[in-house]
Nanobody, 123 residues
Framework: QVQLVESGGGLVQAGDSLRLSCAAS????????MGWFRQAHGKEREFVAG????????YYADSVKGRFTISRDNAKNTVYLQMNSLKSEDTAVYYC????????????????WGQGTQVTVSS
């Protein structure tokens, strides 16, 4: 079992930056692909970014491409989401998720989830 804990959310203004962190514990972090998802109020959970093991491949939703960067520090069992040029439409609860080996853009492909961290962007 892998436990995931997100942090770094908050209230910012449009154009600002935030960095989310997701710390993993429990089973070894190795071999896990990681993903960031978000869910806005009243909407379905959507894929934001993904990174494979050990971190050579990354994937992004079109809506965040060029603004967000996903990365991982395997020595610290942590994955990050650097979010720049934030927009009001980025407001959502952001979730970290893990699955073995390969990334996926589909939430139901992931076996382990964090509790989420709120990001609110005011315009």
């Amino acid at each position: 079992q892998v436990q995931l804990v997100e942090s770094g959310g908050g209230l910012v203004q449009a154009g600002d930056s935030l960095r989310l962190s997701c710390a993993a514990s429990g089973r070894t972090f190795s071999r896990y692909a990681m993903g960031w998802f978000r869910q806005a109020h009243g909407k379905e959970r959507e894929f934001v970014a993904g990174i494979g093991w050990p971190g050579l491949t990354t994937y992004y939703a079109d809506s965040v491409k060029g603004r967000f960067t996903i990365s991982r520090d395997n020595a610290k069992n942590t994955v990050y989401l650097q979010m720049n040029s934030l927009k009001s439409e980025d407001t959502a609860v952001y979730y970290c998720a893990a699955r073995e080996v390969t990334t996926s853009t589909r939430p139901h492909d992931y076996d382990h989830w964090g509790q989420g961290t709120q990001v609110t962007v005011s315009s």
